[in-house]
């Protein structure tokens, strides 16, 4: 008996195009800023930007600010502008997602995000794709909830509540994606729309599509 087999995607870069314009970041993290008096500078911003919240502890510290309230309201601030982007549509889909349809009668299609799960589940009823996706899995909004993000394997542990015995395939868009679908056992498909000199890398999911669907 064939193993059923599910194709999972990374959001933003893959599914969401939200990174060529990030205005509604720049935004939330200066609501951010401006809710706790601190000026809203360059430097300031950089520090509570996406790429560092890892350090989030030493920079709440920084501002001797208390680390709960400050996380949830940067987080509040992150969905609130995000979804406001959807909404608006200075952020939308790639004009290539819908070819996932293709895939449905082969594959189980699902969502594994470092995105909040209020903005994933935002992103699937705002551009009517809760039918395309048979399940979703985005971070939660408290501060530990940072440690369970990709390259991480607990959202693998969540999708495995999903489907059982499947085979795996993610698609994402960067070396952090590549590491956690190693770290999983995942087969790992690199979709690269602007490096498009990568070697090993798929230029759109029209050439994802074609290759799932020979496996």
């Known amino acids: 008996m064939e193993m059923e087999k ?5 959001l933003d870069g893959v599914l969401l195009n939200s990174e060529d ?3 509604w970041l720049t935004i939330a ?10 000026d809203p500078i360059e430097e300031n911003i950089k520090k509570i930007h996406s ?3 890892h350090n989030f502890q030493k920079i709440s510290e920084e501002f001797c600010l208390p680390l709960d309230h400050f996380w949830q309201t940067r987080n509040a601030h992150y969905i609130g502008e995000k979804k406001r982007a959807m909404k608006e549509g200075s ?5 290539d997602v819908y070819i996932l349809n293709s895939l449905k009668q082969k594959f189980k299609l699902g969502i594994i995000s470092n995105s909040p799960q209020e903005v994933v589940n935002f992103f699937l009823k705002e551009f009517g794709y809760n039918d395309l996706f048979d399940f979703s899995i985005g971070r939660g909004g408290d501060i530990s909830d940072l440690n369970k993000m990709k390259p991480n394997s607990y959202f693998f542990k969540k999708l495995k509540e999903h489907f059982r015995g499947s085979v795996f395939f993610y698609v994402g868009d960067s070396e952090n994606d590549r590491l956690f679908a190693l770290k999983t056992g995942m087969k790992f498909l690199y979709l690269s729309r602007t490096n498009h000199s990568s070697k090993d890398g798929f230029r759109s999911l029209f050439q994802i599509v074609d ?3 020979l496996q």
Do not use: G, H, R, S
């Open 6 to 10: 599910a194709a999972i995607f990374d």
């Open 21 to 23: 314009n990030l205005d």
């Open 29 to 38: 993290l200066k609501k951010t800023l401006e809710t706790f008096n601190i």
């Open 51 to 53: 790429k560092n919240v």
């Open 91 to 95: 952020i939308l889909p790639f004009k």
């Open 211 to 213: 290759y799932l669907l």
